[in-house]
């Protein structure tokens, strides 16, 4: 099956900072989405971008799709910004999702 | 409008027991779907179905069984839990391709 590699596994920021999170997959994919995971366990939906860029605030995210890599940036980073993000992609009518590992983020005040 | 919804939030079952897990969605989305994510590991689809009677298969579905009788509801069921089990379930739903995932809040299910 496609494999995805999340980088970097851990990051910790202070406020303030911007920082990039990547996703490399393994096959040409119709569906890709990021997900928030915060400290309660929930999981949020950021964006929803097999290919292009989207920008939603202090997020945005860019999709090279004929190269297999995403790219999450976060701008002025803020404590709430802790978390799991977590990269998924699909190929297929289903629209089923395979996870990356995460990246685990930490914003330190 | 409740989005995805998940019963019962904490569950510890005797290891050989059986439950279902609760999914319910009022979004009208075709597609559902069942993961479970293991400490510090991402999330694995158990099954999923792209329409009320259609259900297949995901990467980790023995020991599991759906059943799609409803848009709305997508029960799991476990049919001889085991400690392997033990781990938190994640339902999520979608309009179609092309739409983005909603996810339930969780089950956290622990076998002894």
């Known amino acids: 099956g496609i494999q995805v590699e999340q980088s970097p596994p851990d990051l910790i920021l202070q406020e303030g900072a911007n920082s990039t999170l990547r996703c490399n997959f393994s096959d040409s994919v119709n569906n890709l989405q990021w997900f928030h995971q915060n400290p309660w366990g929930q999981l949020i939906n950021l964006f929803y971008i097999p290919s292009g860029t989207k920008q939603n605030g202090r997020l945005s995210a860019t999709t090279v799709a004929t190269e297999r890599y995403s790219l999450l940036y976060i701008s002025s980073s803020q404590t709430t910004d802790s978390g799991v993000y977590f990269c998924a992609v699909g190929h297929n009518a289903g629209n089923m999702l395979t996870f990356g590992g995460g990246t685990r983020l930490m914003v330190k005040p | 409008n409740a989005g995805v919804t998940q019963t019962p939030k904490f569950q510890v079952l005797k290891t050989g027991q059986s439950m279902t897990l609760q999914c319910a969605q009022d979004m009208n989305h075709e597609y559902m779907s069942w993961y479970r994510q293991d400490p510090g590991m991402g999330l694995r689809l158990i099954h999923y179905?792209?329409?009320?009677?259609?259900?297949d298969q995901g990467e980790v579905p023995n020991g599991y069984n759906v059943s799609r009788s409803t848009t709305e509801d997508f029960p799991l069921r476990l049919l001889s839990a085991a400690p392997s089990q033990t781990s938190v379930y994640f339902c999520?739903?979608?309009?179609?391709?092309?739409?983005?995932?909603?996810f339930g809040s969780g089950t956290r299910l622990t076998v002894v």
């Open positions: 999520a739903s979608s309009f179609q391709t092309g739409y983005g995932y909603t």
């Open positions: 179905s792209v329409g009320a009677g259609i259900t």
